[in-house]
């Protein structure tokens, strides 16, 4: 067995770009930590607001056990006014329940009896941050009093806690990835339940003011009756969420601490691959791989955190599921990683994603020669600092910076006859740096909004570097953007402005125009053309919309946008497509009080439509529709929405444009009651097209509890579709054989010379993600996650495009030559005038198998530390029955096939020096 060590791999990088990480995010620490004042927000409702105290007990008394049985809980503020959001708004809830808060010198303490009366209270366990058909308690805490943002903590019945942000007023825009470290218990009686919590002042924020009002809400759940409790609710009909809490008074002489955390980490990992060839210097079938790191998480001031990590581990995060990709655009796959999850939403600007995290670390771009190569699969991530936190003043912070390394592949093709053996070496990832900026002030009694934004990306290519001509060396971006709310949020304008800059060598610019995003050689278009010469590229974008986004029934909003042919977004963020505008409008008629059938129900109309900046249409479609919750809590929603024929300019992939073929989509989907210990739906869509293609898929989840500990869960997909045009391929010039030649340009006289081949593509896509889980404990669990994937594609009726923004094909091109389909999916092509035939094989029938699957033990043995052992089993193989359709039974097939086991073994310590 090979020990191939993370110090073998050839990774460097400047020491200018270290400097830039560090003077980027202290820089920025400097400016904003401490250079604004701090005053209270003047935002809020004017509302009767609810009143509470805390009471100060001595350090040391408490002792976490979920029994209120300490002499101090006697001398507690208990509060006991709740009410019901749901089902029943505004009415008394059907269980007593009292709640106090209490502190010290080191930590808040929540302590609440919760009464259920002598009936049933399961008791789910799960994973962290999974709360479950279990009831629950949450409070959650505005602890800067500016009525706009919140942290919220939550404990279910059997001890499951939860944790999570608001960075706004809002109950939807939930930050999941906040993990602070703290503690609960629960005691389960016969007659309800008791809970203790606490929450370390060194995992929140606030003020050093002498004495303190923090805005607090306290919220049960109850599944077995769907009952909603809150000491201060939402009404249904008005939006918003910390701007209701209560106010909790009598903090006294507490301060923000330093809040310094460590986290080192060590870890080992092995793969084994069953696929190993006894010629391959690099793979022996087994490789062992050992690392350390960590991170370092520091408060500065009361208000911001600096966040920094080294050689970051990411070996526990479930792999991507599988797929196949027949357009000409890049899928985008959400992130995983912990360092990037946490408070990404502050990186969220309005008008486009201008940050995409998963950029940094990708895979590298570059290629190297050779029949065996040692290619890594991910560019190292050598350190990163983020900079986070919101000022009193209002003002949101996000700065992040990444140094990646330099990557180096190795090939070798074994001799052969005459041959000598080759090795070769090439350098396939350049050092990178990555930046971003995000702020964004609150203003304003209603909570309106300004923002910036701003990114860039710099890699380190001499001017010999071969990957000059496929990487960018420099790529800038950023925005402007503001929100307007008026009416307490009832109505809201956003705007935006933004730009993009590029450079790099003449190549990779010429590149950046002909790709999918912009394709600058389409040969019918005027307005846009290659310039070969361009080192640089700028673009920019603009957007406008608003609407009434409350109310008791009505609802509506609209908007329009643009993107210029040269906006480029795709070294930090994503960007699709430029070169659009785009237009929408939509109206809604909404019923939150229930009936006699509903509960609720809306009913949404919307227009869509786009164009490319020469005003070409490029999308035309309406829709309507509707969703229902009946009175058992049930969901279920059904839509429609034909659209009408139009050009694409990028159909043809950089061809002329092309006709898109009108039709018409229709969804529909049911989900039993959410607060169920067994859930189940399933939901459908069917479309079809003036060609005579349809697709329809359905998928169903289904998710069951057996027992207090096992968690089972299956999601099976189906999907198929016949497509009339599938791009195939673009052929030019004269294509020479023995028996001569064939002139694809003659054939070609009514496509500007180049052929552009489509044809009907028939596909089946199966898959089912399984899941079961077993938690031992609270903090124990066992981890189970498998999905097979099949794939089958059969492609038929070729054809070239016959003209310009046709959408017909033709068989028989203008100068004679002939395309008929073969039974493998690829095609020929026979010239009538000296009977040359050329088999194509661009493409052809295909059948993908994949299985995925990932095994995780994950035990926090103190709180904040935590320790992984994962076993990750992969497999791709093609299938034996190219171009036929899925079957249920291909699913078994998908475990026969040669992949790699891969094992890993992890522990992080977490270490407070608060």
């Known amino acids: 067995m090979k020990q191939q060590l993370m110090s073998c791999r050839q990774r460097e990088v400047s020491r200018g770009f270290l400097t830039r990480t560090t003077a980027l995010v202290l ?53 006991t006014d709740f009410l019901q959001k749901e089902p029943n708004e505004g009415e008394a809830p059907t269980d007593k329940m009292r709640i106090a808060v209490t502190y010290d010198d080191a930590a808040i303490y929540i302590g609440a009896e919760l009464e259920t009366q002598g009936r049933d209270l399961p008791l789910f366990l799960g994973r962290r941050d999974t709360q479950g058909p279990t009831e629950q308690l949450i409070i959650s805490l505005d602890t800067y009093l500016d009525r706009r943002t919140a942290y919220v903590f939550g404990v279910n019945a059997a001890g499951v806690r939860f944790d999570r942000y608001h960075g706004s007023d809002s109950p939807f825009n939930r930050d999941f990835s906040f993990n602070p470290v703290w503690e609960a218990k629960t005691k389960a009686g016969p007659n309800g339940w008791t809970v203790e919590m606490k929450i370390p002042f060194s995992q929140l924020r606030f003020t050093s003011k002498d004495e303190q009002v923090w805005g607090v809400n306290f919220n049960r ?30 903090l006294k002489d507490i301060r923000p601490s330093r809040r310094i955390e460590l986290m080192p980490y060590a870890a080992s990992d092995g793969s084994v691959n069953d696929l190993n060839d006894e010629k391959d210097p690099f793979n022996d079938g087994s490789q062992i791989n050992s690392r350390i790191g960590g991170s370092l998480k520091m408060g500065l001031g009361p208000n911001l955190t600096f966040e920094a990590t080294a050689s970051p581990d990411f070996g526990q995060v479930e ?100 041959d000598t053996a080759k090795n070769f070496k090439a350098e396939i990832e350049p050092p990178g740096f990555y930046g971003v900026t995000r702020l964004q002030q609150e203003f304003g009694k209603d909570g309106s909004t300004a923002g910036i934004i701003f990114t860039t990306v710099q890699r380190d290519m001499d001017k010999f570097s071969p990957l000059r001509s496929s990487l960018r060396s420099q ?39 002909e790709s999918s995003a912009r394709y600058f050689q389409r040969p019918d278009q005027g307005y846009v053309s290659v310039d070969p010469t361009k080192t640089s590229l700028t673009g920019y974008k603009f957007g406008l919309r608003g609407g009434k986004r409350s109310g008791k029934h009505w609802l509506w909003g609209g908007g329009f946008g643009l993107e210029s042919k040269n906006f480029e977004l795709n070294d930090a963020g994503i960007l699709n497509s430029a070169d659009d ?28 439509q786009s164009w490319n900046t020469n005003y070409q249409r490029q999308s035309s479609n309406i829709n309507v529709n509707a969703n229902v919750t009946w009175n058992n809590f049930w969901n279920s929603w059904i839509g429609f929405e034909p659209s009408i024929r139009f050009k694409s300019d990028s159909r043809t992939r950089g061809g002329p444009l092309m006709g898109f073929e009108s039709g018409w989509n229709a969804w529909w989907g049911f989900s039993n009651n959410f607060s169920a210990s067994t859930r189940y739906g399933l939901n459908g869509n069917y479309s079809v097209d003036e060609l005579g293609g349809f697709m329809y898929s359905i998928n169903g989840n289904l998710s069951t509890r057996v027992g207090p500990k096992l968690e089972l869960s299956v999601r099976p997909r189906y999907r198929r579709e016949n497509q009339p045009r599938q791009y195939v391929a673009t052929l030019t010039g004269s294509e020479t054989t023995s028996a001569g030649a064939i002139d694809h340009s003659a054939a070609g006289v009514n496509t500007f010379g180049s052929r552009y081949v489509f044809s009907r593509i028939e596909r089946d896509q199966l898959s089912m993600q399984i899941r079961a889980n077993y938690f031992f404990t609270p903090d124990l669990s066992l981890e189970i996650y498998a999905e097979p994937f099949i794939a089958n594609g059969r492609y038929y009726q070729h054809g070239q495009l016959s003209g310009p923004g046709r959408l017909g094909l033709e068989t028989i091109a203008p100068d004679g030559t002939v395309i008929t389909s073969n039974e493998d999916g690829t095609y020929t092509i026979t010239s009538a005038d000296n009977t040359v035939t050329v088999n194509r094989t661009d493409v052809s029938n295909f ?26 089993r992969n497999i791709s ?26 094992f890993a073994l992890k522990i992080s310590y977490w270490i407070s020096a608060s």
Do not use: C
Request: zero cysteines; proline letters at 4%; charged letters at 20%.
């Open 221 to 250: 759940w109850i599944p077995s009756l769907n009952e909603d409790v809150f000491w201060v609710f939402t009404p249904r009909q008005e939006t918003g969420y910390s701007s209701y809490f209560g106010d909790l008074h009598g």
């Open 581 to 608: 505008i785009d237009a929408w409008n939509w109206i809604g008629y909404r019923e939150t009080n229930p009936g006699r059938i509903f509960r609720s129900y809306s009913v949404f109309f919307n227009v869509n």
């Open 319 to 418: 792999a991507d599921p599988a797929e196949v990709n027949l357009s000409a655009f890049e899928t985008f796959f959400p992130e995983r990683r912990d360092f990037f999850t946490e408070g990404s939403q502050l990186f969220d600007a309005e008008g486009g994603r201008y940050f995409y995290s998963r950029r940094i670390g990708a895979s590298p771009r570059g290629s190297v020669e050779g029949d065996f190569k040692d290619f890594p699969s991910n560019t190292s991530i050598l350190g990163a600092g983020k900079l986070t936190g919101r000022l009193q003043s209002g003002l949101s912070v996000g700065v992040l910076a990444a140094v990646t390394g330099r990557e180096v592949a190795f090939g070798f093709t074994p001799p052969n006859g005459t």
């Open 847 to 872: 059948s993908r198998l994949s299985f995925r699957s990932n095994v995780v033990l994950r035990w926090e043995f103190i709180p904040g530390s935590t320790f992984f052992a994962v076993w990750q």
């Open 27 to 79: 820089l920025s620490a400097t400016i904003l930590g401490f250079n604004f004042s701090v005053t209270q927000a003047q935002t809020g409702r004017n509302l009767d607001r609810k009143q509470t105290s805390v009471t100060r007990i001595q350090n040391g008394v408490v002792r976490l056990d979920g029994m209120l049985n300490e002499a101090f809980w006697k001398d507690a503020i208990f509060v």
């Open 877 to 902: 193989d093609n299938g034996n029955r190219p171009g036929e359709r899925a079957r249920v039974g291909d699913i078994f097939d998908t475990f026969n096939g040669a992949g790699n086991d891969f």
């Open 475 to 513: 790529a800038y971006s950023g925005s402007a953007d503001t929100k307007l709310r008026f009416a307490g949020g009832k109505y809201d304008i956003s705007a935006n402005v933004g730009f993009s800059h590029v450079v790099g060598d003449s190549t990779v610019i010429k590149a950046t125009q």
